[in-house]
């Protein structure tokens, strides 16, 4: 989506390298972490562990901008796992899924 690739624009550079690195028409998906999820400060960065519900057009995405209450975080298809578990009626066209993070490193990035 246009939107998540602009939010990633105001990314660190090595963030945006990372994003942007196999491609420039890298996809996303934002994932609302505000709720259900654990976060750790660590030495170069954060730990997050979360488990959340609406995360529209997932499948396609290569990376989740997971929000927190305190950041936006860049987090890779491979330190998540897609949850199919939103089964609406009237609104199966939206692609949204849960989305669960079992222990992802997020690096603190310099500009």
């Known amino acids: ?10 990314s660190p550079r090595q963030a945006q390298e990372e994003y942007w690195a196999d491609s420039p028409n890298t996809l996303s998906a934002t994932v609302p972490g505000y709720r259900g999820m654990e976060r750790e400060e660590v ?6 562990a979360a488990r959340t519900s609406f995360s529209s057009g997932v499948d ?15 987090v890779p298809r491979s330190d998540f796992e897609i949850v199919d578990d939103w089964h609406v009626s009237g609104l ?11 222990d992802a490193f997020v690096p603190r990035t310099g500009s």
């Open 92 to 102: 199966k066209g939206t692609g949204s899924k849960g989305v669960r993070i079992k």
């Open 43 to 48: 030495k170069g960065g954060l730990r997050s």
């Open 60 to 74: 396609y995405a290569e990376w989740a901008l997971v929000h927190t209450p305190i950041e936006t975080c860049l």
């Open 1 to 10: 989506m246009p939107t998540h690739n602009f939010m990633v624009g105001g």
